[in-house]
């Protein structure tokens, strides 16, 4: 059923000879859904929307179905559904698709097409809390589409599939898999049918849970362009470079003080962090490399005001106590703050100058997180596991593996974008 990136060209060369022997023709046009995500940048809320890659515009409206695999199925002679045609949408969700039917041409009723939700090149799909790939139908209720045409190509149009939660949840994987993660040699290698589970009980908003391979996503998180980015952050750097996980409860710097910003911690020790509190720098680092490829996915590296907000499943919007713009947001100086990790990072990406320093460097995506993975596989200074002892049973350094072994890593400096950015 998967067409491989593998596999893609012998497919298609089966069906071009199958075409010889049997009625056939194409089908063209264009897919939509109604995108109803939000952490979109608002430039009449007040918000500066220079190179925003999701603007406001791309919400509450239909937008193409980017990059997803296309299946054309017909029950003609006989009853059950069977697949006859497979192609993708492109990045503005246009395709042709060729069709091919031994048993003759399927006339109006005998045939529809289904939107397999997985990227057209197997990166990552969205999934039902069991695993199940969710599909979709085109036409619904009853209605039918026009006969097709041997030998003949028949446009349909712009027409548009209504899945509303596991379209939007395909869509800001795409976003996040198109604008940061794909310009990594290492995710591009190693990154396949990553799983976007929506609704996971007991979830609130999304998390990542890497070495599955899986994002679960609550009831409600399906909305939140930012932290389905933030999670595949997580899960794409973790592909990248596989090591040890660490538990929960390893945020708190010291262990107890660290608010609860969703006001529903139970663990005393804080099982979550903010932007500005005291980590420990492993963690910070690592939530602090998340939200980068998060706002990676939001906003080109010409920002000027390049957004991200803690409140992800609400919208994103000017005078929230939570917003932060990355570029002038202004803080204690803090090296064990997410804040300082995130401004850090972006700094090392960006071209645009801090106020009070000069900041010429521009660095790719594909440098930026190619360097995380390629960390050296040891728990030493600057290895993969360095929070870990060396026989990787418990944590020894929860400041290990932070924005100094990030600098130590890179194959060019950022070492001045570490230090005015409070060194984390
Ligand atoms: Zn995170």
New binding site residues.
């Given amino acids: 059923m998967y067409i491989s990136r593998l596999l893609l060209v012998f497919a298609i060369v089966v069906l071009y000879n199958r075409a010889a022997e049997a009625d056939s023709g194409y089908i063209t046009g264009k897919f939509t859904f109604w995108n109803e995500s939000v952490n979109a940048c608002d430039a009449s809320a007040g918000m500066d929307c220079t190179d925003a890659l999701f603007p406001a515009g791309s919400t509450n409206s239909y937008q193409p179905i980017k990059e997803a695999t296309i299946q054309i199925q017909v029950r003609y002679p006989g009853p059950t559904w069977v697949t006859r045609g497979n192609g993708y949408t492109d990045a503005n969700g246009n395709y042709t698709i060729l069709w091919s039917e031994g048993g003759g041409t399927p006339g109006s009723g005998s045939w529809r097409i289904r939107w397999v939700h997985e990227h057209r090149d197997d990166f990552f799909r969205v999934v039902d809390s069991a695993g199940n790939r969710y599909d979709s139908i085109h036409p619904h209720s009853g209605a039918t589409l026009p006969a097709l045409q041997n030998g003949q190509t028949v446009d349909l149009g712009t027409r548009t599939f209504t899945p509303l939660q596991s379209g939007n949840i395909y869509d800001q994987a795409w976003r996040a898999w198109n604008f940061p993660l794909k310009h990594s040699t290492l995710v591009y290698a190693n990154l396949w049918f990553a799983e976007l589970a929506w609704p996971v009980a007991g979830v609130g908003g999304a998390e990542a849970d890497s070495p599955n391979n899986r994002i679960n996503i609550g009831t409600d998180g399906w909305r939140s362009s930012l932290q389905q980015a933030?999670e595949l952050g997580?899960l794409a750097t973790f592909v990248a470079n596989p090591r040890k996980q660490f538990a929960m409860y390893n945020y708190c710097h010291p262990p107890g003080t660290c608010p609860c910003p969703d006001g529903g911690c139970s663990d005393p020790s804080g099982v979550s962090w903010t932007f500005t509190s005291n980590e420990h720098r492993a963690s910070a680092f690592e939530?602090g490399l998340?939200e980068f490829i998060a706002i990676g996915a939001h906003y080109w590296f010409g920002a000027t005001g390049p957004r991200t907000c803690f409140s992800n499943i609400g919208s994103c919007v000017a005078g929230t106590t939570d917003l932060r713009n990355v570029e002038v947001y202004s803080e204690t100086c803090n090296g064990r703050s997410v804040l300082s990790n995130l401004r850090f990072l972006w700094d090392t990406y960006d071209n645009i100058d801090d106020a009070g320093w000069s900041d010429t460097l521009s660095r790719s995506f594909a440098g930026a997180i190619d360097t995380v993975g390629n960390y050296p596989n040891t728990t030493t200074d600057g290895g993969e596991d360095e929070p870990w002892d060396p026989t990787l049973t418990f944590i020894d350094d929860e400041d290990g593996r932070r924005g100094s072994d990030y600098v130590t890593n890179s194959t060019i400096s950022v070492s001045t974008q570490r230090t005015n950015n409070c060194n984390p």
């Fill in positions: 933030h997580h939530e998340a």
